[in-house]
């Protein structure tokens, strides 16, 4: 293939210099993923996947502000609301597909996460070979906040960064830094914004190696500062022990996190559990197959279509979790959403 570029309306690709670029094109929504975004990527690496002109791959979003917020959760709310069941299924299988395809890809991916990254924004990043994150990069599995679970692959990947931090990451929707990231293994490489042109240019010239001599040294981790307490307090695979722990350890630390915790889907955070719990056994295909299979009930129950109005529509940040808290769940309820 000759030097081309393929332009949709939300994803640019080219391919320049033996660089194969996709730029995520939605820059008022925050880059948010919806599905022709994700076939349009797709597509791309399809396309470059035994192309010789191309040698790796880099991702980065547009417009400054976020290399990617996540998956359009209000357009599947719509698809809930009425009833249209098939158009969930396709978003969220396709994103999958391209969650796998990112993960199994012969030539370095490079992603270049410049502002936030949230949920599928996740998906488009962790999957790859080198994660760049610079100055500006917020990364967070928010789910619980909006009645659904951490998915993109994450019951494969939170439950293999060091001790409790993904437990606690997929529970809390803790935001984390730059330095958090790296510390946690969500990110390879620490390069700040003004060197992203140079690294780009470098990418073209010498290949991933110009990662290294661009790379500086990554900022303080508050995460790793607070390992212990984490790793103390969310050494549990059930809810009401890790509220147990935070109860008894009292300081300011765990009231924060308590607080934050009884702000969630009560639904949500048993599945959360339950869901990493398994994954740390799994592959990352049979994470990504049970993920698929749990997005039908989780999408089905109250919680969802309601965490999104009061988090992402109404933005009134109130929401009437059905049921209403951690002790009024039913554990059998939550096992079988997983049959």
């Given at each position: 293939m000759?030097e081309t570029?393929?332009?949709e309306s939300?994803v640019?690709a080219e391919?320049?210099g033996?660089?194969?670029r996709?730029?995520?094109?939605?820059?008022?929504?925050?880059?948010?993923?919806?599905?022709?975004?994700?076939?349009a990527?797709?597509e791309?690496l399809e396309?470059?996947r035994?192309?010789p002109?191309?040698?790796?791959?880099?991702?980065?979003?547009?417009g400054?502000r976020?290399?990617?917020?996540?998956?359009?959760?209000?357009?599947?709310?719509?698809?809930?609301?009425?009833?249209?069941?098939?158009?969930?299924?396709?978003?969220?299988?396709s994103?999958y597909?391209?969650?796998r395809m990112?993960?199994e890809y012969?030539?370095?991916y490079v992603?270049?996460i410049d502002g936030?990254?949230?949920?599928?924004?996740?998906?488009?990043?962790?999957h790859?070979?080198?994660?760049?994150?610079t100055?500006?990069?917020?990364?967070a599995m928010p789910?619980t906040?909006?009645?659904?679970?951490?998915?993109i692959?994450?019951?494969?990947?939170l439950p293999?960064?060091p001790?409790r931090?993904?437990?606690?990451?997929?529970?809390?929707?803790?935001?984390?830094s730059p330095?958090d990231?790296?510390h946690?293994?969500l990110a390879?490489?620490?390069?700040?914004?003004a060197?992203?042109?140079?690294?780009?240019?470098?990418?073209?010239?010498?290949?991933?190696?110009?990662?290294?001599?661009?790379?500086?040294?990554?900022?303080?981790?508050l995460?790793?500062?607070?390992?212990?307490?984490?790793?103390d307090c969310?050494d549990?695979?059930?809810?009401?022990?890790?509220?147990?722990?935070?109860?008894?350890?009292?300081?300011a630390?765990?009231?924060t996190?308590?607080a934050t915790?009884?702000?969630?889907?009560?639904?949500?955070?048993?599945v959360t559990?339950?869901?990493?719990?398994?994954?740390?056994?799994m592959?990352?295909?049979?994470?990504?197959?049970?993920e698929?299979k749990?997005?039908?009930?989780?999408?089905?129950?109250p919680?969802?279509a309601?965490?999104v109005?009061?988090?992402?529509v109404?933005?009134?940040?109130?929401?009437?979790?059905?049921?209403?808290t951690v002790?009024?769940?039913?554990p059998?309820?939550i096992?079988?959403?997983f049959?």
């Amino acid at each position: 293939m000759s030097e081309t570029t393929l332009t949709e309306s939300t994803v640019l690709a080219e391919v320049t210099g033996g660089v194969g670029r996709l730029v995520l094109n939605r820059p008022k929504a925050l880059n948010a993923l919806d599905l022709g975004m994700i076939r349009a990527l797709t597509e791309a690496l399809e396309a470059w996947r035994e192309d010789p002109a191309v040698r790796l791959v880099t991702i980065e979003g547009a417009g400054g502000r976020a290399f990617c917020a996540g998956g359009d959760v209000r357009a599947i709310r719509d698809n809930v609301l009425r009833g249209d069941a098939a158009a969930s299924e396709a978003f969220f299988a396709s994103e999958y597909r391209l969650n796998r395809m990112i993960a199994e890809y012969p030539k370095p991916y490079v992603a270049l996460i410049d502002g936030i990254s949230l949920g599928g924004g996740m998906g488009l990043s962790i999957h790859g070979s080198h994660r760049v994150v610079t100055e500006h990069a917020v990364m967070a599995m928010p789910e619980t906040a909006i009645g659904l679970f951490p998915d993109i692959g994450a019951s494969y990947f939170l439950p293999r960064l060091p001790g409790r931090l993904g437990l606690y990451l997929a529970l809390t929707g803790a935001r984390i830094s730059p330095g958090d990231a790296i510390h946690a293994g969500l990110a390879t490489h620490y390069v700040p914004r003004a060197a992203l042109q140079s690294l780009k240019a470098r990418l073209s010239r010498s290949g991933v190696v110009a990662l290294e001599t661009h790379a500086h040294p990554a900022p303080e981790s508050l995460l790793a500062q607070g390992r212990d307490a984490i790793d103390d307090c969310f050494d549990s695979d059930t809810i009401h022990e890790i509220l147990a722990r935070l109860e008894a350890r009292g300081d300011a630390w765990a009231k924060t996190q308590l607080a934050t915790l009884a702000r969630m889907s009560p639904t949500s955070l048993w599945v959360t559990a339950e869901l990493l719990r398994r994954g740390a056994t799994m592959t990352l295909a049979e994470c990504l197959g049970m993920e698929l299979k749990l997005t039908r009930k989780m999408i089905a129950h109250p919680d969802f279509a309601e965490g999104v109005r009061a988090q992402v529509v109404e933005k009134t940040r109130d929401p009437k979790w059905r049921p209403a808290t951690v002790a009024a769940v039913d554990p059998a309820a939550i096992l079988a959403m997983f049959d």
